[in-house]
């Protein structure tokens, strides 16, 4: 063998050389990652409160959609399943005209101090707008389900509607419901496109998990993209194990 090439013949100055010979010699190994985990704490906060949002507005329009008929009924069923097959862009295209510094919602706010867009409440409502497709259709077959016979009993019984609501619809049909809260949050969990429209992609801000996903892929940072990448299928997948055991209860 030829002798050692020199390190200014390598292109690496010697001192830096001495220093990664000297770390390796006294045992400290290769460099640990730095893991940055705002974005996963932020991500089950907005998927959290989006999942809330979406049960308290897309339960009792399911309600309303599966027990009335009225004119415009179908041309709102489709408004409200939209987001699930229209690009994300164009959705947060449009919000952002509605959220913005210039758009009717956003001028309102800002005369009250409020600012929505490229906030993480931005990104609440972004997650919320992406999942109350898969809430609203999945509630909406379980009160289909419900036998509308029960609830005529308790209507000659001098129930009122609203009674009728808590006391007979949701109970029945809570299987459903909880199966589209689920799949919501999962959805508001992962959301990207309507978020990086309304929110942006803010570092300690708004930068959610499938933005810090991104962001590590784009600078090569593969190790750390695989350590999110993994923790988000681990979270997804406990949330549909634990769905599968809560269908399977009977009360």
């Known amino acids: 063998m030829g002798p050692r090439p020199s390190t200014k013949a390598q292109g690496v100055p010697s001192h830096v050389e001495g220093r990664e010979r000297s770390g390796v010699e006294r045992g400290e190994g290769p460099p640990r990652l730095k893991m940055d985990w705002f974005p996963v704490w932020l991500s089950l906060r907005v998927a959290l409160l989006a999942s809330v949002i979406t049960v308290i507005v897309g339960?009792?329009?399911?309600?309303?959609?599966?027990?009335?008929?009225?004119?415009?009924?179908?041309?709102?069923?489709?408004?409200?399943?939209?987001?699930?097959?229209?690009p994300p862009t164009?959705?947060?295209?449009?919000?952002?005209?509605?959220?913005?510094?210039?758009?009717?919602?956003?001028?309102?706010?800002?005369?009250?101090?409020?600012?929505?867009?490229f906030t993480w409440r931005?990104?609440?409502?972004?997650?919320?707008?992406?999942?109350?497709?898969l809430l609203i259709k999945t509630a909406?077959?379980?009160?289909?389900?419900?036998?509308?016979?029960?609830?005529?009993?308790?209507?000659?019984?001098?129930?009122?509607?609203?009674?009728?609501?808590?006391?007979?619809s949701v109970p029945l049909a809570w299987r459903a419901i909880l199966a589209g809260t689920v799949l919501a949050f999962c959805r508001a969990f992962g959301d990207f496109g309507i978020t990086l429209m309304v929110a942006g992609n803010i570092p300690g801000r708004t930068q959610t998990l499938p933005l810090a996903i991104y962001d590590h892929v784009q600078a090569n940072q593969l190790d750390q993209a695989n350590i999110l990448s993994l923790l988000s299928i681990g979270i997804v997948l406990t949330l549909m194990l634990a769905l599968g055991r809560a269908a399977r209860l009977r009360f």
Do not use: C, K
């Open 59 to 86: 339960v009792p329009l399911a309600w309303l959609l599966a027990r009335r008929r009225f004119p415009g009924r179908d041309l709102i069923s489709a408004a409200l399943l939209s987001p699930l097959v229209l």
């Open 90 to 117: 164009v959705l947060g295209y449009y919000l952002l005209m509605l959220i913005g510094a210039r758009g009717p919602i956003g001028r309102t706010l800002a005369g009250w101090n409020i600012e929505l867009a």
């Open 122 to 133: 931005a990104a609440v409502l972004a997650a919320a707008v992406g999942s109350f497709p």
């Open 140 to 168: 909406q077959s379980g009160f289909e389900s419900v036998d509308r016979r029960l609830e005529q009993a308790a209507q000659t019984l001098g129930h009122s509607e609203l009674s009728i609501f808590w006391t007979i």
